[in-house]
């Protein structure tokens, strides 16, 4: 079971990245994706989710209109775009997947598997 983000990189505030989540060893189709980020001495918070079949999506209220979270299951990537960048942005973002039942819900409250991270740096 692997998921392996990208994407992570040094930006000005106002500018844009977008994070690449590649899954393998299992069954992507059966996984609701979510991206949490953690930044120093915070505690870790999930940022944005996508159902199974990618019909549903969640936002923290931190990123919403900023973000969006969409899934390609064909080639098993799940990205993150990440606009309109503030300097509380800055994290360690993670790549999580959630064995959820339902094809049309998610979750930014927990997940059952991790990537190692990516480092999103915005400068002011």
């Known amino acids: 079971f692997q998921l392996v983000e990208s994407g992570g990189g040094l930006v000005q505030a106002g500018g844009s990245l977008r994070l690449s989540c590649a899954a393998s060893g299992f069954t992507v189709d059966d996984y609701a994706i979510a991206w949490f980020r953690q930044a120093p001495g915070k505690y870790l918070e999930g940022v944005s989710c996508?159902?199974?079949?990618?019909?549903?999506?969640q936002f923290a209220d931190s990123v919403k209109g900023r973000f969006t979270i969409f899934r390609n299951n064909a080639d098993r990537t799940i990205y993150l775009q990440m606009n309109n960048l503030r300097p509380e942005d800055s994290a360690v973002y993670y790549c999580?997947?959630?064995?959820?039942?339902?094809?049309?819900?998610?979750?930014?409250?927990?997940?059952?598997?991790r990537g190692p991270g990516t480092q999103v740096t915005v400068s002011s």
């Open positions: 999580t997947a959630e064995s959820n039942p339902s094809p049309s819900d998610c979750t930014i409250s927990y997940f059952d598997h």
């Open positions: 996508i159902s199974r079949t990618g019909d549903r999506t």
